[in-house]
């Protein structure tokens, strides 16, 4: 058989009652594993706990550990892994894995969206389908992969649009690349696998994240720099644009560090060519600002942060998001 390494972050799939009211994480990998007794015979477990944490706890430093946790089990010999944890920011986790975890065996994160205890509780049905998804031969060069309810999404793409539904995950901009059905992984698309980062350079830089509101007028942009950011990421409006009283602003801070433009929508590409008034995204890449291509915000804060690790500026940064344009 297969090996399989399941590594456990905590999360609402972990969560029980707690003595002071509600859920809190306290299930570890071991009782995991043990509650979905199918998973013997999909691969040999190897079974640990990192953390138990709610995801919203998980911080950046954690997933490159966890990243070069999972290349030394690749290293000897593991075929597969599974991360689990919370909801919240599996999304970033992914990205996380996708960018730092290099070569073509399987990493897949899920969850679960109702507690351990709860009426139809969703979370031995993921364990199990991620298990299979993990020591799939399918599921090989696809990058890191989140699979829930049955759906397979690339890191890369998936975004949580939910805050209760089992159903909570969706790509938008492509939707999921695959499902588990009868018991069985199947790939409806592949996404190309891009240049891997390395774990070994440690935790991301800090990057502040900026999303636009109607009437903002950038006033907060100048202290950034002063607070210890090593960069920025703008979510601007529609495909990344800023009030034209702002983009002074924006340019003033892009001389000092440098800033990633995203955008707030749900799906979609930053455009790079298109307007041309004050704020839009001629003007603003005009005065340095990098694209974010079709990233989101979240996840162009983290490549950033990756990009600018070592005290590196605004080629680092460039050449990272290149790929993703």
Do not use: C
């Not at 290293?75 to 892994?81: I, K, P």
């Not at 205890?117 to 991620?130: F, H, R, S, T, V």
């Not at 202290?223 to 034209?244: C, D, E, F, S």
């Amino acid at each position: 058989m297969k090996r399989l390494l399941m590594l456990s972050l905590g999360g609402t799939i972990t969560m029980v009652p707690s003595a002071g009211g509600g859920i809190a994480p306290k299930l570890g990998a071991a009782e995991l594993v043990a509650s979905v007794p199918e998973l013997a015979t999909v691969a040999t477990i190897e079974a640990e706990s990192a953390a138990r944490l709610p995801s919203p706890s998980l911080t950046p430093t954690i997933l490159v550990e966890v990243a070069r946790r999972i290349e030394a089990a690749f290293a000897d010999g593991v075929d597969g892994a599974v991360v689990i944890q919370g909801t919240d920011t599996i999304e970033e986790s992914a990205f996380i894995l996708d960018a730092l975890v290099g070569g073509d065996k399987p990493v897949v994160m899920t969850g679960a969206m109702r507690g351990a205890d709860a009426p139809g509780a969703d979370g031995p049905a993921n364990l199990l389908a991620a298990a299979r998804v993990a020591v799939s031969d399918a599921a090989r060069g696809l990058g890191a992969l989140a699979v829930l309810n049955y759906d397979i999404h690339a890191a890369r793409f998936v975004q949580k649009t939910h805050t209760t539904l089992p159903s909570a995950f969706a790509s938008p901009l492509v939707g999921p690349i695959g499902a588990v059905a009868e018991g069985r992984p199947r790939i409806h698309a592949r996404v190309q696998r891009l240049p891997v980062l390395p774990a070994a350079d440690g935790p991301p830089a800090p990057i502040a994240l900026i999303t636009w509101a109607m009437g903002d007028d950038g006033r907060m942009l100048a202290a950034l720099p002063g607070l210890g950011y090593a960069g920025a990421v703008i979510a601007g409006m529609g495909a990344g644009h800023v009030p034209a009283d702002a983009a002074d602003a924006v340019g003033t801070l892009a001389a000092r560090v440098p800033v990633v433009l995203a955008s707030r929508s749900a799906a979609g590409p930053v455009f790079t060519s298109t307007y041309g008034y004050a704020g839009g995204e001629i003007d603003l890449m005009g005065r340095g600002l990098v694209s974010a291509g079709m990233l989101t915000a979240l996840k162009a804060r983290l490549l950033l942060g990756l990009a600018l690790r070592g005290g590196a500026g605004r080629d680092a940064a460039a050449r990272a998001f290149a790929p993703y344009a």
